[in-house]
């Protein structure tokens, strides 16, 4: 090989590996640096950063109960980060996940209500079925006016959000409203308690851990299966990469895009009915706690990878708990937890943006020295 074509080749093997191990670690920096600014404001109310930090981890991982509770917490983000993973892969972007966790918690607390009477084997699947139905039908809408109309979908699914938990505040103030309360006097914006065939197994005595955390993993290996060993699977990731390329070879964009925007809707929608059947066993406001919006980071973090979003949830999860016992334990304001928790949703997105950049200039090096190569 001529000198000046090996030095060409050179440079062509330098943009393939690394890059990969590069993108791989941005989330991990981010996710650092935002905890590194957190330190600077621990230090600025006179906190102690490694101790705040330490009571972090030790009320994520320090005792049973704080682990179940990640568990417990990961499971809806894990839940919603599968349905951001679909949706992301086919170039469309779903903010909707409140709304449609917000559905499929409503759905989940009408049906086993309305049939009682059914059995917990039979209940238990059909109430998580029927989530999943509702939330696939609110992400539908958007879908559907993305691929009929080119309405935007972030416009649509936001504003599905608003419409959702106002649905909400209706029904858990009419037709919802636990019967008890009404009769006490006391209309508290809550629904019946649910039957208990409805619920979901404890996995672990005297904890809120349930089955909807093996069922979210188990999900989420359908979820790779079905992205990477599927035709349907095929077209939603090709129509992501490059939707031009997909149209010309006789893919239905549009089509496959609403699908996706279904399929994160369901996905959501099963996370709300988990969150009833399995720690709350009722409908109360604010059952969503943020995971429509936690759900995308987890996913992005993760790799937009289905099984990368597994670790990605069960380190935000234990974000979640452990920030609530550094706030207890180390006396900061709640608003101090809010705001590095927000720095890391922020600096996470932020490093898998340069991370598609990144791609983008590695891939154009790569074709341009292929080009040169002849």
């Known amino acids: 090989m001529p000198p000046e074509k090996e030095e060409i080749a050179v440079r062509t093997r330098r943009f393939g590996s690394p890059g990969m191990f590069f993108n791989a670690l941005l989330p991990l920096a981010g996710m650092l640096l935002a905890l590194l600014i957190g330190a600077v404001m621990l230090l600025i109310l006179k906190v102690n950063p490694l101790t705040a930090y330490a009571e972090m981890v030790g009320g994520a991982l320090g005792s049973v109960s704080g682990i179940t509770q990640t568990l417990v917490k990961a499971t809806p983000l894990l839940l919603v980060g599968l349905g951001i993973c679909i949706a992301f892969r086919a170039s469309v972007i779903n903010i909707g996940g409140e709304g449609q966790i917000i ?8 049906f086993p209500l309305t049939f009682r009477m059914w059995p917990g084997w039979l209940l238990v699947p059909s109430t998580l079925l029927v989530g999943f139905a509702a939330g696939a039908a609110w992400g539908f809408i958007p879908g559907i006016l993305k691929a009929r109309l080119k309405v935007n979908e972030i416009l649509t699914t936001v504003m599905m959000n608003a419409i959702a938990l106002q649905l909400m505040n209706l029904l858990i103030r009419s037709v919802l409203m636990d019967p008890a309360g009404i009769t006490a006097g006391t209309y508290l914006a809550q629904s019946e308690r649910l039957p208990e065939q409805s619920w979901l197994t404890r996995l672990v005595p005297q904890t809120l851990l349930h089955t909807g955390t093996l069922i979210a993993v188990a999900l989420a290996v359908i979820v790779y299966i079905f992205l990477w060993r599927t035709t349907i699977g095929y077209r939603i990731r090709a129509v992501g990469l490059n939707p031009d390329a997909a149209r010309f070879s006789g893919i239905n964009v549009p089509f496959n895009q609403a699908l996706s925007l279904t399929l994160a809707g369901g996905f959501a929608g099963i996370a709300g009915a988990v969150e009833v059947l399995g720690v709350q066993h009722r409908l109360l406001e604010g059952i969503t706690s943020g995971y429509g919006f936690s759900g995308i980071v987890a996913a992005l973090f993760g790799g937009l990878h289905p099984l990368g979003t597994i670790p990605a949830a069960l380190l935000f999860g234990g974000l ?9 334990a180390v006396q900061v304001p709640n608003s ?11 600096f996470v997105v932020g490093s898998a943006l340069w991370s598609r950049r990144w791609a983008a200039r590695r891939q154009m090096a790569a074709a341009k020295n292929q080009k040169e190569l002849g």
Do not use: F, N
């Open 103 to 110: 559905v499929g918690a409503l759905a989940a607390t009408w």
């Open 320 to 328: 979640l708990v452990g920030g609530d016992k550094m706030q207890r």
């Open 336 to 346: 101090l937890i809010d705001a590095i928790l927000g720095l890391v949703v922020l």
